[in-house]
């Protein structure tokens, strides 16, 4: 198939970590080359008193920030460098918009001299597990506990939404701003179910009755990037999750002992492959990358189609015009004891190299982020969720999405695929096989469990846990 957005979204988009190969995640991790190690004797950033300016920036020091220029482009983070401009004008900011991140800044962290503010994003992103491991990031306490840029009578902390730290916490320590409030759900056009009459599912039985009338119609039920079947894995963990409740997914992160043969995983495991053996995917899916399968769902050769909450500022320009972009959780299983789990929280990750030549113009900057105008440009620009309170969008693909997780007790997101690089590469392959029928739900569980065992066993791997 011709693309036809190549000029305006490249083979890969902001959060496609997913894409790269095991093979070019080995080339470009930082697990697989030399790393400065962190500097024990860095500078550290303490909060001083003054308000305006608790970073105590020196404000001819030049600020370098790089940007992952994907789906979000970098139009954003221009405008909030002329904020920090606003403040500090002599201060020369150096802006780089890339998609190869770990191409261009792991050579930067080996040499022990790393750029300030880093979008850490990505096809290239690099592992999130080694830069903590390696002691390669500064902790982000100060900047969390800071005033606010807007009221100095508010930490920085008290201005951000439920759930948003969780991902960038490592062993209870913040290394990572997550800066967008993402949820992955399962997206269908609600200008075409109300043309068809037809009711958007809320249990797995409920889809499946649906599946052959939308068939009748000359359309597939699903279909997905399968060439990064990672985009499948929040659908499945959720599906878990929602059955079992979210400690069967815990589990799994937690690398406990058969944790994916939980009757819970086996039957998500199950209701997938059920898909493939119905016939209820989009025919060549397991082929087509993640603008294929945008692109099919588009053009309304399905119906269905799981991805992240990005998904209708992605395709503005691309999707018809009466094309209706709506979010619904993942169809529950009969018998769900959590049926509102939803993986949702902070995602797109601004990290603070600790050898960083300006520490505090980088807090400073994530402050600037973290301000109402800052949140409200973000917003606006790319029509996303923000992770800071109070800042309200027009976009009703937003809004509801924003209905799905009002529920705090029911976000939550799977994170073995960011805490452990083997088994990150291990998912992919392996939901690719379950969805396209070259693998039974047991050879996934089993490939799953010998991965998480392996992984468990390796002394050599720093274990993370979630924060109860």
Same mark, same amino acid.
């Given at each position: 198939m011709t693309n036809p957005t190549a000029d305006r979204h490249p083979i890969f988009t902001r959060r496609n970590l997913f894409g790269a190969t095991a093979a070019g995640l080995a080339a470009t991790s930082l697990g697989?080359?030399?790393? !400065? /190690?962190?500097?024990?004797?860095?500078?550290?950033?303490?909060?001083? /008193?003054?308000?305006?300016?608790?970073?105590?920036? @020196?404000?001819?020091?030049?600020?370098?920030?790089?940007?992952? @220029?994907? /789906?979000f482009g970098n139009e954003y983070a221009l405008a909030h460098q002329e904020i920090y401009n606003r403040s500090f004008p002599d201060a020369e900011i150096e802006h780089l918009a890339t998609q190869a991140i770990a191409e261009t800044q792991q050579p930067r962290f080996a040499e022990g001299k790393p750029c300030d503010v880093l979008d850490n994003s990505g096809a290239q992103q690099i592992p999130m597990d080694s830069?903590?491991?390696?002691?390669?990031?500064?902790?982000?306490?100060?900047? =969390?506990?800071?005033? !606010?840029y807007d009221d100095p009578e508010v930490t920085v902390r008290d201005t951000l939404r439920d759930g948003v730290l969780s991902m960038g916490t490592f062993n209870g320590k913040v290394y990572a701003l997550n800066y967008v409030f993402s949820a992955w759900t399962v997206w269908y056009d609600a200008k075409l179910f109300r043309d068809k009459g037809w009711t958007p599912p809320e249990t797995w039985e409920e889809m499946l009755a649906l599946c052959p009338t939308i068939q009748a119609e000359g359309i597939a039920p699903w279909t997905y990037a399968g060439q990064h079947p990672v985009y499948l894995y929040d659908l499945f963990l959720i599906l878990a999750g929602r059955h079992g409740g979210v400690d069967v997914v815990k589990a799994?992160?937690?690398?406990?002992?058969?944790?994916?043969?939980?009757?819970?995983?086996? #039957?998500?495991?199950?209701a997938l492959a /059920?898909?493939?053996?119905?016939?209820?995917?989009?025919?060549?899916?397991?082929?087509?990358?993640?603008?294929? !399968?945008?692109?099919?769902?588009?053009?309304?050769?399905?119906?269905? =189609?799981?991805?992240? !909450?990005?998904?209708?500022?992605?395709? #503005?320009?691309?999707?018809?015009?009466?094309?209706?972009?709506?979010?619904?959780g993942v169809p529950y299983l009969e018998g769900s004891v959590q049926p509102g789990l939803i993986s949702a929280g902070g995602e797109e990750p601004f990290v603070i190299p600790k050898n960083a030549s300006n520490l505090a113009g980088a807090y400073e900057y994530l402050r600037i982020m973290l301000s109402q105008e800052g949140a409200q440009v973000f917003g606006d620009t790319v029509q996303a969720a923000t992770v800071v309170k109070g800042v309200e969008l027009d976009n009703p693909a937003a809004k509801m999405t924003d209905a799905l997780v009002s529920n705090p007790d029911d976000l939550f997101?799977?994170?073995?695929?960011?805490?452990?690089? #083997?088994?990150?590469?291990?998912?992919?392959p392996a939901l690719g096989a379950l969805l396209s029928g070259d693998a039974t739900p047991e050879e996934f569980i089993d490939r799953m469990q010998t991965a998480a065992d392996e992984t468990a066993a390796d002394d050599t791997i720093e274990k993370f846990r979630h924060e109860d």
């Open positions: 697989a080359c030399a790393t !400065s /190690g962190g500097d024990d004797d860095a500078e550290e950033v303490t909060v001083g /008193g003054d308000a305006e300016n608790p970073f105590e920036v @020196d404000g001819s020091a030049p600020l370098d920030v790089v940007i992952f @220029d994907g /789906g830069l903590v491991s390696d002691g390669e990031l500064a902790e982000l306490t100060p900047l =969390l506990d800071a005033p !606010s799994i992160d937690h690398l406990e002992p058969d944790a994916w043969r939980h009757e819970s995983v086996v #039957k998500a495991a199950e /059920g898909l493939h053996t119905a016939g209820y995917i989009l025919e060549g899916t397991p082929g087509i990358d993640h603008i294929q !399968s945008q692109t099919a769902f588009n053009e309304r050769r399905a119906a269905f =189609l799981p991805c992240g !909450s990005w998904l209708p500022n992605e395709q #503005k320009g691309i999707a018809p015009d009466d094309f209706e972009y709506a979010p619904i997101q799977p994170r073995f695929r960011f805490w452990y690089t #083997k088994m990150n590469e291990e998912v992919r």
